[in-house]
C-alpha cells in the first residue's frame, strides 16, 4: 500500500467514526448544527472515494495509449473535490442560519461541545498528515481532499460557536458564523477548482517557474537564443516545451549534446518536472521563407553528377549539406593526386565551386581538400 493510498484510507476511517460522534452528540447533546455537520462527514466518504479513485487512476505508468500518463485523472479529481467544497460551504451556511436561528430550539448540552471540539481536532490534524503526504507524492487530489479536511474542521467551528452562542443567550453568533465560515469553505473550493481548470486548460506554469527556466538556458553558452517556450502540467508535473538556437555550422551530434544539456539542467534544477522536449534549430525559423524542398539525397546526387563531369579520376567526394538562411550549402572534402601542383589544387576547387553554383538548387558551394586519406 503506499502512502497515498494509505492517507486515503486514514481519512475514510476518521469520517466514519467522526460521522458517529457527531450523530451522537448532536442527538444526545441537542444541536442540529452537529447532526447537520455529522451529515457533511458522511458526505466527505464520496469525496475520499473519488479522490482514492482518481489518485490511483493517476499512478498508473505510461503506457501505449497514454504516453504522458495518466496523471490527468489527479487533476480532475482535484476539481471534482472543489467543487464539493463550494457546495459544501453554501450548504453550511444555509444549514447553519436556518437549524441555528431557531428561537425554539432546545439549548445544546456539553456533550454537543465535546463532539465538536473532538471534530475540530481530527480534522485538522488530518488535514496537516494528508497535505504532507501529498507534497511529498506531488498528488494534487490528495492535496485537495487535504483541504477538504481543513474545511471539516471550519465548519465544525461554525458548529461549534453556534452551539457556544446559543448556550450564552446570543442568538445572533450563529447565523452570523455560520455564513462566515461557509464563505471561507466556499473559497476553499473556488482556488482548488480554479487550480483544476487552469490545469486541465494546459495553462502555463507560473512566472516564477518560467523565468527559472529562461535563466537556466540562457546559462548555457551554446544556446544563442530560444523561442516557443511552452509549459503545462499533468498530475502535479511539468512538462516544457523548447526551441534552442545553435550555432548553424554545428554537427547533429554537437546539436544533441546541446539539447540534452538543457534538457538535464532543467530536471535537475527544477522539481516535478516529467519530461522536457528540446527542439534544436540552427537558424531562426521566423527569418526563413524558404521551406528547402530540395532532399539531402538530391542535392548530393546533383554534386557528384557535377564534379564527374569536370574530372573523371577523382574520388567520389565526401558531401556535406546545411540549410542556412533559406539557402542550400553545400561542403564538399575532395581527395586529389598529392603529385598534383598547388596551382593546379587551386584551379580545381575554384572550377568545382563555380560548376556547382551553376545549379540552381545549390546557393553556395565550399570546397575543401582532403589531404587526410590516401586515394
Known amino acids: 500500500m503506499t502512502t497515498g493510498i494509505r492517507a486515503i484510507i486514514v481519512g475514510m476511517i476518521a469520517n466514519i467514526l467522526l460521522a458517529f460522534f457527531k450523530f451522537a452528540g448532536g442527538i ?11 451529515i457533511h462527514s458522511l458526505s466527505d466518504l464520496m469525496t475520499d472515494l473519488v479522490v482514492l479513485f482518481t489518485h490511483r487512476i493517476g499512478k498508473i505508468p505510461q503506457d501505449e495509449n497514454h504516453p504522458y500518463g495518466h496523471g490527468r485523472a489527479e487533476t480532475i479529481g482535484a476539481t471534482v473535490i472543489g467543487l464539493l467544497i463550494i457546495i459544501t460551504g453554501a450548504g ?13 430550539a432546545a439549548v445544546p448540552g456539553w456533550l454537543a461541545v465535546v463532539a465538536a471540539l473532538l471534530s475540530i481536532c481530527i480534522n485538522e490534524g488530518l488535514f496537516h498528515y494528508t497535505r504532507r503526504v501529498g507534497d511529498a507524492t506531488k498528488s494534487p487530489s490528495l492535496i485537495a481532499n487535504a483541504w477538504h479536511h481543513r474545511t471539516d474542521a471550519i465548519s465544525s467551528i461554525a458548529a461549534l460557536v453556534g452551539i457556544v452562542g446559543a448556550g450564552l443567550g446570543f442568538a445572533f453568533m450563529d447565523p452570523l458564523a455560520g455564513t462566515v465560515v461557509g464563505c471561507m469553505i466556499i473559497k476553499v473550493g473556488v482556488d482548488i477548482t480554479r487550480n483544476g481548470l487552469r490545469d486541465l486548460m494546459d495553462t502555463a506554469l507560473s512566472d516564477e517557474h518560467t523565468k527559472k527556466i529562461q535563466d537556466i538556458l540562457r546559462n548555457i553558452p551554446e544556446v544563442l537564443h530560444f523561442h ?12 516544457i516545451d523548447v526551441h534552442i538556437l545553435v550555432d548553424s555550422e554545428m554537427t547533429v551530434t554537437e546539436g544533441h549534446r546541446v539539447a540534452e544539456t538543457a534538457r538535464r539542467n532543467l530536471i535537475n534544477a ?14 531562426h525559423d521566423a527569418e526563413v521563407e524558404t521551406i528547402y524542398p ?5 542535392l548530393m546526387e546533383i554534386a557528384r553528377s557535377l564534379i564527374s563531369e569536370l574530372a573523371e579520376n577523382i574520388s567520389p567526394p565526401e558531401i556535406r549539406v546545411h540549410h542556412i538562411k533559406g539557402k542550400n550549402i ?19 576547387v575554384a572550377n568545382v565551386k563555380s560548376k556547382l553554383e551553376t545549379a540552381p538548387q545549390i546557393g553556395q558551394a565550399r570546397v575543401f581538400l582532403d589531404l587526410n586519406r590516401e586515394l
Do not use: C, P
Request: charged share 25%; no cysteine.
Open 294 to 298: 530540395v532532399t539531402r539525397k538530391e
Open 330 to 348: 553545400v561542403d564538399v572534402f575532395m581527395q586529389i593526386d598529392l603529385s598534383q601542383s598547388m596551382e593546379d589544387s587551386r584551379a580545381l
Open 270 to 283: 527544477i522539481h516535478n518536472i516529467q519530461d522536457v522536449l528540446v527542439h534544436v534549430d540552427g537558424e
Open 92 to 104: 453550511v451556511a444555509y444549514e447553519t442560519w436556518e437549524a441555528l436561528a431557531e428561537k425554539n
Open 228 to 239: 516557443d517556450l511552452r509549459t503545462r502540467v499533468i498530475g502535479g508535473e511539468f512538462l
Open 28 to 38: 444526545l447533546g441537542n444541536s442540529v448544527a452537529l447532526v447537520a455537520d455529522a
